[in-house]
């Protein structure tokens, strides 16, 4: 089953606009990880956050991660054409061993 | 270094016949992991290996699924009896320990289809 949700659904900026994803989940976490798919392929590591961490960057990514309201932001700033893919948050949980629960993703579209 | 390295790419069986889906991990990762990604969705957890041992396996969606990892290196994910319900994107994943603080590096997926 699904962890959470990302919204919005599907996003659509322009090239050198911000873009930002939000993402909810339901139970405890160990840490939260932002991942990256290009049509067709695998997903690609982004970020991880620590439960006990409230803020991270790491190049032209920002995220946050409130835990008492069980959310996490992802921000892109500057955004590039290349940055078109779907954007997935997954939650570790804090028990048991270290699968990833999934959101349904956010499909973001950068236009030249 | 390589990554994660599936095979095949793409598979199309017939509804009824079994299929083996292979996912050779990055050489010394502990952890190789199964995911299912159903079309617009996002991964679903199948199976945990940890080495050889099959820690989890809550998440195969029923008997016909079946997997191993023999030598505690490349792994093999089973459908017997396919159904058109099993169409999806086969994910496999690996990391180098068991630490729940790391990041799991994907391979491309076998993208299956049942007609």
């Known amino acids: 089953s699904q962890q959470g949700e990302e919204d919005p659904q599907a996003l659509s900026i322009q090239e050198g606009e911000n873009a930002t994803m939000n993402c909810s989940y339901k139970t405890s976490i160990n840490n939260l990880q932002w991942y990256r798919q290009n049509s067709g392929r695998g997903l690609v590591h982004l970020i991880l956050i620590r439960s006990n961490e409230r803020e991270k960057h790491s190049g032209r990514l920002r995220v946050t991660l409130d835990t008492s309201k069980k959310s996490s932001s992802l921000l892109i700033t500057a955004s590039r054409a290349a940055d078109t893919a779907s954007y997935f948050c997954a939650t570790c949980s804090s028990s048991g061993y270290s699968t990833l629960t999934f959101g349904k993703g956010t499909m973001l579209l950068v236009s030249p | 270094g390589a990554g994660v390295s599936q095979s095949p790419r793409y598979k199309v069986a017939k509804r009824g016949q079994d299929v083996a889906l292979r996912c050779d991990p990055i050489s010394g990762h502990v952890s190789l992991f199964w995911y299912q990604q159903a079309l617009g969705q996002g991964p679903e957890f199948l199976t945990y290996f940890q080495n050889e041992a099959q820690l989890d396996k809550s998440g195969l969606p029923s008997d016909r699924f079946f997997a191993e990892r023999p030598e505690g290196s490349v792994s093999t994910l089973k459908i017997q009896r396919t159904q058109q319900e099993d169409s999806a994107v086969y994910l496999c994943?690996?990391?180098?320990?068991?630490?729940?603080?790391?990041?799991?590096?994907f391979g491309d997926g076998t993208r299956l289809s049942i007609l």
């Open positions: 994943a690996s990391s180098p320990t068991t630490g729940l603080n790391q990041p799991q590096h």
